[in-house]
C-alpha cells in the first residue's frame, strides 16, 4: 500500500510504501524509484536511515541491525563503501576506516574503551603492518599475518588476534536487502609484535581517506581508489638495531627494546 504523491502515473516525492512482507519505506521517491532521504524498517527488525539512488541504499546512511550493532558511513549500490564507523554494542569497540564493497579495506582503526588498534585491513581483516596504543602511554609496533592452513607455523610467543577475530566474527542477520556485519573470513590471524616505543602520533599508520569517488545521491563525479594499498608500503616502521631474525620469525629480547612509559 501507498501513501503519497505521484507524478505521471509513478510515485514521486514524498510517501510512504508498504510492503507485503512487513517492510516499510519512509521517504524520497523519484519517478517510481527509492531516491533522495528515506528511512527503511524490514521485516527481520533492522532499519536504514539515510540516502537513495534508485532504489538501493547509496551515500551517506546509518544501518541499524538486529543485534544493535550499528554501521554509519558511506553506500554505494547497497553496500558499505567509503569512510564508515561499525559499533560493536556488546564490547564498545569501534571499527573505523574505508569500506570497499562491503568490506574493510585500507587504513583503519579499532577502537576499544582502553586501547586502539591502527593499521590497515585487507578483505574485513587486519592485514600487514600496524600498532596497540594504550591510553597514549606506549605503543607495541608490529604486524598481522593471515594464516593459510592450519600448519602456519608462528613464533609461540606470538599474540594471536582473537580479540580482532571475536569482534569480527560473521553475523549474518536476515532482511530484504542489506543484513552483513563485518566478517573475519576463513583465514586465522595472528599479530606478531615487533617493538614497544613510548607513545608517537609520528609513528601511526596513515589514517583513513575519503574515496575519490560518487559519495552523494546527486554526484555524477567517478574517480579512482588505487591510492590506498601503496601506503602500507610506503609506511615505515620505527628501526630497531637489537631486533633478530630467527627461523622465519622475529625473536626480541625485552630488556634490549626501549620501553619509557608506566604499563598499560
Known amino acids: 500500500m501507498y501513501i503519497g504523491r505521484y507524478r505521471n502515473g509513478l510515485r514521486h516525492d514524498k510517501g510512504v510504501y508498504?510492503?507485503?512482507?512487513?517492510?516499510?519505506?519512509?521517504?524520497?521517491?523519484?519517478?517510481?524509484?527509492?531516491?533522495?532521504?528515506?528511512?527503511?524498517?524490514?521485516?527481520?527488525?533492522t532499519r536504514y536511515e539515510g540516502e537513495w539512488k534508485r532504489d538501493m541504499k547509496h551515500g551517506f546512511g546509518v544501518y541499524f541491525y538486529t543485534n544493535?550493532?550499528?554501521?554509519e558511513g558511506s553506500w554505494k549500490e547497497d553496500l558499505r563503501h567509503g569512510m564508515g564507523t561499525y559499533l560493536y554494542v556488546d564490547t564498545g569497540a569501534k571499527l573505523t576506516g574505508t569500506w570497499m564493497k562491503d568490506r574493510?579495506?585500507?587504513?583503519?582503526?579499532?577502537?576499544?574503551?582502553?586501547?586502539?588498534?591502527?593499521?590497515?585491513?585487507?578483505?574485513?581483516?587486519?592485514?600487514?603492518?600496524?600498532?596497540?596504543?594504550?591510553?597514549?602511554?606506549?605503543?607495541?609496533?608490529?604486524?598481522?599475518?593471515?594464516?593459510?592452513?592450519?600448519?602456519?607455523?608462528?613464533?609461540?610467543?606470538?599474540?594471536?588476534?582473537?580479540?580482532i577475530a571475536e569482534l569480527e566474527r560473521e553475523k549474518v542477520q536476515e532482511?530484504?536487502?542489506?543484513?552483513?556485519?563485518?566478517?573475519?573470513?576463513?583465514?586465522?590471524?595472528?599479530?606478531?609484535?615487533?617493538?614497544?616505543?613510548?607513545?608517537n602520533p609520528e609513528l601511526l599508520p596513515p589514517e583513513a581517506e575519503v574515496l575519490r569517488?560518487?559519495?552523494?545521491?546527486?554526484?555524477?563525479?567517478?574517480?579512482?581508489?588505487?591510492?590506498?594499498?601503496p601506503k602500507i608500503q610506503d609506511w615505515p616502521y620505527p628501526e630497531y638495531p637489537e631486533e633478530e631474525y630467527h627461523e622465519g620469525y622475529l625473536k626480541y629480547s625485552h630488556e634490549k627494546v626501549p620501553f619509557e612509559s608506566n604499563s598499560a
Open 18 to 45: 508498504a510492503f507485503k512482507n512487513g517492510a516499510r519505506y519512509n521517504g524520497d521517491w523519484r519517478q517510481g524509484h527509492k531516491y533522495g532521504q528515506g528511512i527503511f524498517w524490514y521485516p527481520d527488525g
Open 68 to 71: 544493535n550493532d550499528i554501521y
Open 104 to 163: 574493510m579495506e585500507g587504513p583503519g582503526q579499532l577502537v576499544y574503551p582502553r586501547h586502539r588498534f591502527h593499521g590497515f585491513w585487507k578483505s574485513n581483516l587486519p592485514y600487514g603492518r600496524g600498532c596497540f596504543v594504550f591510553e597514549n602511554t606506549c605503543m607495541q609496533h608490529g604486524h598481522y599475518v593471515h594464516a593459510s592452513d592450519s600448519a602456519y607455523y608462528y613464533d609461540p610467543a606470538s599474540i594471536p588476534a582473537d580479540k
Open 175 to 199: 532482511g530484504e536487502q542489506h543484513t552483513e556485519t563485518p566478517k573475519t573470513g576463513s583465514l586465522p590471524t595472528v599479530w606478531r609484535a615487533r617493538c614497544i616505543t613510548s607513545y
Open 213 to 229: 569517488e560518487e559519495t552523494s545521491t546527486e554526484s555524477t563525479i567517478e574517480k579512482s581508489e588505487e591510492d590506498i594499498w
